[in-house]
């Protein structure tokens, strides 16, 4: 990490409690070793990883002035009740919107589809799905999240870095 990144996130972090600042700090030390770096983007902070220059975290201040960790999980399995619910709010809430690729064909991301998108299955069992490309904020961040983030990270990482990262060849 450059000196301005560390800068950028220091500044980030002496905003933070100082409990809220040691978990940040911890997810971003994993960050960092799986190769995702700091940036500024307009009010928040982004993680993306040069090999493919795809966002796996993103961090900042909501319009409340609260702190916010949002992270890109929807190539990851087996996540717990906690996640899932996560994902129950992005495909129910009020301002889902069904991703692209489904709605229009669009197609921009790479890897297989069911592991592209969130996915949820309705109580009815309508399944629903909301664009994979996106971090979803983690409500209540705390210590004992820790494992399950950097276990979630290292998941999507693996699959990024298969399906999206840039080859030698690659020009």
């Known amino acids: 990490m450059t000196e301005r990144q560390r800068a950028l996130i220091e500044e980030y972090l002496g905003k933070l409690p100082p409990e809220l600042s040691r978990v940040y700090r911890e997810l971003i030390r994993r960050l960092s ?3 995702y770096f700091p940036k ?3 009010a928040a902070i ?3 990883c040069a090999r493919h220059n795809k966002q796996l975290v993103k961090i900042g201040f909501d319009r409340k002035g609260e702190p916010f960790f949002a992270l890109r999980f929807s ?3 087996g996540y717990s009740e906690r996640f899932s ?3 129950r ?5 009020t301002n889902y919107k069904e991703p692209n690729c489904m709605a229009k064909g ?4 790479k890897g297989p589809i069911e592991q592209r998108l969130y996915a949820c299955e309705l109580p009815g069992g309508e399944k629903r799905y909301h664009c994979g490309a996106k971090a979803l904020p983690i409500p209540g961040l705390c210590e004992e999240d820790i494992p399950e983030i950097e276990r979630l990270m290292e998941e999507e990482d693996r699959f990024l870095m298969e399906y ?3 080859t030698e060849e690659t020009p």
């Not at 709010?89 to 809430?93: K, N, P, R, T």
């Not at 669009?106 to 991301?109: G, K, V």
């Open 106 to 109: 669009e197609d921009f991301c």
């Open 46 to 48: 982004v993680f993306n």
């Open 164 to 166: 999206e990262a840039k």
């Open 33 to 35: 070793e799986l190769g």
């Open 85 to 87: 619910n996560i994902v």
């Open 75 to 77: 190539a990851c399995k």
């Open 40 to 42: 500024k983007q307009r």
């Open 89 to 93: 709010e992005a495909v129910c809430g």
